[in-house]
């Protein structure tokens, strides 16, 4: 068909996925197919244009209809000649809201059915871009919050692609009258109780009537501005973070020496530490915790510690360091005693589980050789003038040790230790593993992690 005959959701699609969003040859291509409006006019416009799909249905159980809707959108699927398939979330999901438990459930359903280079479609379009900017926005965000939704973005082994966040809604709604699509109308979508319900009922439209009513185009690009200082701002710290490691080899990444800190400027600190806290897979604090955190740099205040939600910071002997929140157990009544790495002897202390890995992950909090399970070892607490056996069999004082392991004053009374039989330390938990206790790269491991701030893949030899 001629490009001027085709309508003009088909006619922007193709553009965009002959350009700069062109689809693997080989690889399965997904939509995320709700049966909303927005969703089934992607899906049926992939399909005009000759794409081979597949549609994923997330049933939240949520609304008493959602079973219904699961099967309308099976029914549809099938008129369709798309294959289809149904996902189930949990009803025990953990999340901070509706909102949230939705959108990362969603995605976690759907990236564990994609293999290596799938592809996933999803709707947003550019009245959506516009509500995200404006959220993210209200809630102080930064450039890469402000920056809006990717075009695209990893997501499990494949990819996230949204094809048309620069389509305006009525062009997808002037699609599905076209065509005459059925499609479902989800009540969430006019419940006021959701932000950004609100932003597109209330907000959006009251910019418009004030006389900006090309808000949503100014918005959207905006957002494409932003990515744009996004992408150069993570090239810089990238360059930065390589020259870095090269002037510091000797340093655990976890470690950031002040001196080095204090030759940048106040932004470059700032982006600085945002970025090496998201290369240790840290929460990022917000701009009052981040400043504290800069502050007691700049002023290196030793023994300073500065805590956030999902993560805190220790100044110790001219150092900074860095670790997921929680790094051990909040809990100081964790049973001490005997412990044998076997099925059916967890760990003693609450949020830590173990398992014997083939290829355990590189950023593994704890990955014991082999040879250890099974055997006799010993969790307990620190005692006063206490030393540690090295693999040589010289000894060290425990003090020392929980120090340069970056232990902070207040946790170190209490912090797990796993010992052997012989009088040898093989784990601080959370903090440190013993070199010559160490699995060697490439081989099975005993591996010990914390269920909040890792998760292992089901790859591997067997579960503990």
């Given at each position: 068909m001629e490009s001027s005959a085709l309508p003009e959701?088909?006619?922007?699609?193709?553009?965009?996925?002959?350009?700069d969003l062109r689809p693997p040859r080989g690889r399965s291509l997904y939509v995320a197919y709700s049966g909303g409006g927005d969703s089934t006019a992607l899906l049926v416009a992939l399909l005009s244009l000759g794409y081979e799909i597949h549609a994923l249905h997330v049933d939240h159980g949520w609304h008493p209809d959602s079973a219904q809707w699961a099967r309308f959108c099976q029914e549809q699927a099938k008129a369709l000649g798309v294959p289809f398939t149904l996902l189930h979330l949990a009803a025990d999901t953990p999340g901070e809201g509706p909102e949230d438990q939705a959108r990362r459930a969603r995605y976690a359903l759907m990236a564990a059915q994609l293999r290596q280079g799938d592809w996933l479609f999803t709707a947003q379009h550019r009245e959506d871009q516009a509500?995200?900017?404006?959220?993210?926005?209200?809630?102080?965000?930064?450039?890469?919050?402000?920056?809006?939704?990717?075009?695209?973005?990893?997501?499990?082994?494949?990819?996230?692609?949204?094809?048309?966040?620069?389509?305006?809604?009525?062009?997808?709604?002037?699609?599905?009258?076209?065509?005459q699509l059925p499609f479902l109308n989800d009540p969430a979508n006019a419940d006021m109780r959701y932000d950004r319900v609100r932003i597109r009922r209330i907000l959006l439209p009251q910019l418009q009537e004030l006389?900006?009513?090309?808000?949503?185009?100014?918005?959207?690009?905006?957002?494409?501005?932003?990515?744009d200082m996004g992408e150069i701002a993570t090239d810089w710290f990238d360059l930065c973070w390589q020259q870095y490691r090269a002037d510091h080899p000797g340093l655990s990444v976890e470690v950031l020496p002040l001196e080095y800190l204090h030759t940048l400027s106040v932004a470059a600190q700032r982006f600085f530490l945002r970025g090496w806290l998201q290369s240790l897979r840290i929460s990022v604090p917000?701009?009052?915790?981040?400043?504290?955190?800069?502050?007691?740099?700049m002023r290196g205040r030793g023994g300073a510690r500065i805590q956030w939600e999902g993560g805190q910071a220790w100044l110790q002997g001219g150092l900074l360091r860095a670790w997921p929140q929680p790094r051990v157990t909040a809990e100081k009544e964790w049973e001490a005693g005997p412990w044998c790495a076997a099925p059916g002897k967890?760990?003693?202390?609450?949020?830590?589980?173990?398992?014997?890995?083939?290829?355990?992950?590189?950023?593994?909090?704890?990955?014991?050789?082999?040879?250890?399970?099974?055997?006799?070892?010993?969790?307990r607490r620190r005692r006063q003038g206490e030393r540690t056996l090295s693999g040589q069999g010289q000894h060290r004082s425990l003090k020392k040790l929980l120090l340069e392991a970056g232990v902070p004053p207040d946790l170190r009374a209490d912090v797990p230790l796993l010992w052997d039989e012989t009088g040898h330390l093989l784990v601080i938990l959370g903090y440190y593993t013993a070199p010559w206790a160490s699995a060697p790269r490439g081989e099975p491991a005993l591996c010990l992690w914390n269920t909040g701030t890792q998760s292992i893949a089901d790859s591997g030899v067997g579960s503990i």
């Amino acid at each position: 068909m001629e490009s001027s005959a085709l309508p003009e959701l088909e006619r922007r699609l193709r553009t965009r996925l002959q350009g700069d969003l062109r689809p693997p040859r080989g690889r399965s291509l997904y939509v995320a197919y709700s049966g909303g409006g927005d969703s089934t006019a992607l899906l049926v416009a992939l399909l005009s244009l000759g794409y081979e799909i597949h549609a994923l249905h997330v049933d939240h159980g949520w609304h008493p209809d959602s079973a219904q809707w699961a099967r309308f959108c099976q029914e549809q699927a099938k008129a369709l000649g798309v294959p289809f398939t149904l996902l189930h979330l949990a009803a025990d999901t953990p999340g901070e809201g509706p909102e949230d438990q939705a959108r990362r459930a969603r995605y976690a359903l759907m990236a564990a059915q994609l293999r290596q280079g799938d592809w996933l479609f999803t709707a947003q379009h550019r009245e959506d871009q516009a509500e995200t900017v404006l959220l993210q926005l209200l809630r102080g965000t930064g450039v890469a919050g402000l920056a809006g939704m990717p075009r695209q973005r990893p997501l499990g082994a494949g990819l996230l692609v949204r094809p048309l966040l620069d389509v305006p809604r009525q062009v997808l709604r002037d699609y599905l009258e076209q065509r005459q699509l059925p499609f479902l109308n989800d009540p969430a979508n006019a419940d006021m109780r959701y932000d950004r319900v609100r932003i597109r009922r209330i907000l959006l439209p009251q910019l418009q009537e004030l006389g900006w009513p090309h808000a949503t185009i100014s918005i959207a690009r905006a957002a494409d501005n932003l990515a744009d200082m996004g992408e150069i701002a993570t090239d810089w710290f990238d360059l930065c973070w390589q020259q870095y490691r090269a002037d510091h080899p000797g340093l655990s990444v976890e470690v950031l020496p002040l001196e080095y800190l204090h030759t940048l400027s106040v932004a470059a600190q700032r982006f600085f530490l945002r970025g090496w806290l998201q290369s240790l897979r840290i929460s990022v604090p917000g701009r009052e915790r981040l400043e504290a955190l800069r502050d007691a740099v700049m002023r290196g205040r030793g023994g300073a510690r500065i805590q956030w939600e999902g993560g805190q910071a220790w100044l110790q002997g001219g150092l900074l360091r860095a670790w997921p929140q929680p790094r051990v157990t909040a809990e100081k009544e964790w049973e001490a005693g005997p412990w044998c790495a076997a099925p059916g002897k967890p760990l003693p202390i609450p949020g830590w589980q173990c398992a014997i890995r083939a290829t355990p992950p590189a950023d593994l909090h704890h990955a014991l050789a082999e040879r250890f399970a099974g055997t006799r070892l010993y969790w307990r607490r620190r005692r006063q003038g206490e030393r540690t056996l090295s693999g040589q069999g010289q000894h060290r004082s425990l003090k020392k040790l929980l120090l340069e392991a970056g232990v902070p004053p207040d946790l170190r009374a209490d912090v797990p230790l796993l010992w052997d039989e012989t009088g040898h330390l093989l784990v601080i938990l959370g903090y440190y593993t013993a070199p010559w206790a160490s699995a060697p790269r490439g081989e099975p491991a005993l591996c010990l992690w914390n269920t909040g701030t890792q998760s292992i893949a089901d790859s591997g030899v067997g579960s503990i």
